[in-house]
């Protein structure tokens, strides 16, 4: 039997509740373009905390699956519709405050963490996660999946800065976990519990984090390799001694991809490029900067280049940060986010390259290389059944490989749909079963993003 929506609309704010298929369309997938996306009953656009509890316990009384969504920038497949589900978006709750006194923002999930960076920005401040997408992804998002970023071989990720959140439950209850209070030892750690749970344990409606004084205007080093190996010793080199604001490795395909877009003159012969940043204060910044630049020369670099001027850093960090968007061009991806420890790093992309190679396809990989997490990204023509079967073989491959060698699934990007048939593998069956209790505990009724992660 069909629930009565038009009680739940009675609740909400007039617009808010959508039906009509053709508009709810653009709500069934995020990024990753899960295929198997269903039809949701209806979308609620919420625009309140109050919203989201009406329509979860509405949901609750009817048995009916939610499934929470920010922008859809997600690449996992975490905000997939399942069909009859209830599409929860945030989209609409964009509030961001600033507090200067106390360093914090509290901001509502569907701000873009962008929004975030400027309103902090006007305070002298900075809120340091930066997703590739920090434009166009939501701090609810990058909460519900501990997103990470360029900055976070140094700053760390998400979770780092949160402090506080509001969250709804299975069964309507808004509880508030954590506040603006930079130490607070009472209790469980539950707020740390909600981050990263990609809206299977709760549904977040609000977010105090943390920020920092604005960062100094950094010295950027480019350095490209004939060898992949050199690059990745060379990461393994520089993490020993310091820690650099960024430190991200791109290889030939990347490489290519981006420069067939932007013809800014990147090597196209070179194996690896390294895109190295300091935000030290000045002398140091100039002695650290000379210091990666002995580094790479030693392991026998072919070209480096270092500038002090924004304009030309920035263009290369927009380069990095265009390699997702360059190769979505090429074809199909399946997108991975597999991490290792950094003893491990080269082992990794020369496993990838080698699973490339067997199943015939490309893969290219980009990496948050200071903090061993990849993005290998493969390339396929969807169209091609043959060619998208072994794309799908290499998938499963690349994250064997990244857990054989005692790394993780994903390092940011969350499990979503996606990656969930190599969630038991990874955490094994006493932490997977530990897993289902707390998701049982706080959603008996296995309502809350059903299919994601677990």
């Not at 090597?267 to 940043?277: N, S």
């Amino acid at each position: 039997m069909t629930p009565d929506l038009d009680a739940l609309a009675a609740q909400l704010p007039d617009g808010a509740l959508l039906v009509d298929p053709d508009r709810m369309d653009g709500y069934r997938w995020d990024r990753a373009n899960d295929p198997g996306a269903g039809v949701p009953l209806a979308v609620v656009r919420a625009t309140s905390t109050e919203d989201v509890q009406a329509s979860v316990r509405f949901a609750a009384q009817h048995g009916l699956a939610v499934v929470p969504r920010g922008a859809g920038s997600g690449l996992s497949g975490g905000a997939s519709a399942l069909d009859g589900c209830l599409v929860i978006s945030l989209e609409r709750m964009r509030a961001v405050e600033v507090d200067p006194v106390t360093r914090i923002a509290v901001v509502e999930p569907g701000a873009f963490n962008a929004d975030v960076k400027a309103a902090a920005a006007e305070h002298g401040l900075w809120y340091p996660p930066d997703p590739s997408s920090y434009e166009i992804c939501s701090i609810g998002g990058n909460v519900a999946t501990n997103a990470g970023g360029l900055c976070c071989v140094k700053y760390g990720v998400t979770t780092d800065y949160v402090l506080g959140l509001t969250v709804v439950l299975a069964d309507g209850t808004a509880v508030e976990l954590g506040g603006p209070r930079l130490k607070d030892a009472a209790g469980l750690s539950l707020t740390k519990l909600f981050v990263g749970s990609e809206g299977t344990l709760g549904v977040i409606t609000r977010i105090v984090l943390r920020l920092v004084p604005a960062q100094r205007p950094p010295c950027t080093l480019v350095a490209t390799f004939a060898s992949l190996d050199d690059a990745t010793r060379t990461v393994l080199d520089i993490t020993r001694r310091m820690r650099p604001a960024m430190l991200e490795l791109m290889d030939r395909a990347s490489i290519n991809a981006v420069e067939d877009i932007t013809r800014m003159g990147l090597d196209r012969t070179a194996e690896a490029m390294l895109v190295v940043q300091s935000d030290e204060p000045a002398t140091h910044g100039t002695a650290e900067i000379a210091a990666v630049t002995a580094i790479c020369e030693t392991n026998h670099s072919t070209e480096v280049f270092s500038t002090d001027d924004a304009e030309t850093g920035d263009a290369f960090v927009v380069a990095r940060r265009m390699v997702i968007p360059a190769l979505e061009q090429k074809g199909s991806l399946l997108l991975e986010d597999v991490g290792v420890p950094l003893p491990e790093l080269g082992a990794l992309v020369r496993g990838i390259e080698a699973i490339a190679a067997k199943h015939g396809i490309t893969i290219a990989v980009v990496a948050h290389a200071g903090d061993g997490n990849t993005h290998p990204l493969i390339v396929f023509d969807a169209m091609d059944d043959d060619e998208t079967a072994r794309a799908q073989e290499a998938y499963g491959q690349v994250m064997d490989l990244a857990i054989g060698l005692g790394g993780t699934i994903t390092g940011e990007h969350g499990v979503g749909r996606l990656k969930k048939p190599w969630l038991p593998a990874y955490l094994g069956p006493d932490v997977m079963d530990l897993t289902r209790r707390v998701k049982a505990a706080l959603d008996p009724q296995g309502i809350l993003n059903p299919g994601a992660m677990l």
